[in-house]
């Protein structure tokens, strides 16, 4: 069975400074997505990566994965309020060429201070 | 304007009587999904569908069912609806072309209590 494990689970980051989630998961995958929800909101999608060594960068978040060591993570760089949100990582392991079946990681939840 | 539709947003009913929550996508998406959102357990997933008459079991599928007849769109049906289901419940969709296009588009979720 895939476990898919996010730490930390709450970040409390001061505005400007820089962070890391951690995302490990227990089974060979090379398809990793990052999601980011807002309270009481929907999902958004924030990265697909999908080989090892991939890198994805938008604005202050950069996304990495690393399947040799089963690992995946982002990045905060120089945070704002506005990243302020819980963020998941999950994890497709459909295997082989199939694709599509997720688990997620239990989220951490962001706020980012003054 | 491209979305994912649920409906309804909001569902109470009681132990045992059939419900169906619909989901359709305008974005002529292959892939859809359906994801439970509970507190302390993250998001887990029920079901996808690859394509059309193609479903395939998520995490958690046990108790619900699903159809995929056209490709817009992908109902969740509860058979017998049990306390253990109230949730959040969100529907995705994507184009998942396999060249990084794996963008999910989800639902505004429909928050469901079972008594």
């Known amino acids: 069975e895939l476990k898919v494990e996010q730490n930390p689970l709450f970040l409390s980051m001061q505005e400007g400074k820089n962070y890391t989630i951690y995302c490990n998961y227990s089974t060979t995958s090379d398809r990793l997505y990052w999601y980011r929800q807002d309270p009481g909101k929907s999902l958004e999608s924030l990265f697909v990566?999908?080989?090892?060594?991939a890198v994805k960068q938008e604005g202050r978040l950069m996304a990495s994965l690393d399947t040799k060591a089963r690992l995946s993570t982002l990045h905060i760089t120089a945070a704002v309020h506005d990243l302020s949100a819980t963020y998941f990582c999950a994890v497709d392991n459909a295997g082989g060429t199939s694709y599509g079946k997720l688990t997620f990681g239990q989220g951490t939840i962001l706020t980012v201070h003054p | 304007e491209a979305q994912v539709t649920q409906n309804p947003r909001y569902l109470i009913t009681v132990t045992g009587k059939k419900l169906t929550v619909t989901c359709s996508q305008n974005?002529?998406?292959?892939?859809m999904s359906w994801y439970r959102q509970d507190p302390g357990l993250g998001l887990r997933q029920i079901y996808y569908?690859?394509?059309?008459?193609?479903?395939d079991k998520g995490d958690v599928p046990e108790g619900y069912k699903v159809s995929r007849k056209e490709k817009r769109n992908f109902p969740l049906i509860l058979e017998s609806p049990s306390p253990n289901q109230t949730s959040l419940y969100f529907c995705?969709?994507?184009?998942?072309?396999?060249?990084?296009?794996?963008?999910?588009?989800f639902g505004a979720g429909t928050r469901l209590s079972v008594l």
């Open positions: 974005m002529n998406h292959e892939y």
């Open positions: 995705a969709s994507s184009l998942w072309r396999g060249s990084g296009k794996n963008i999910q588009y």
């Open positions: 569908s690859m394509n059309v008459e193609v479903t």
């Open positions: 990566l999908l080989s090892n060594g």
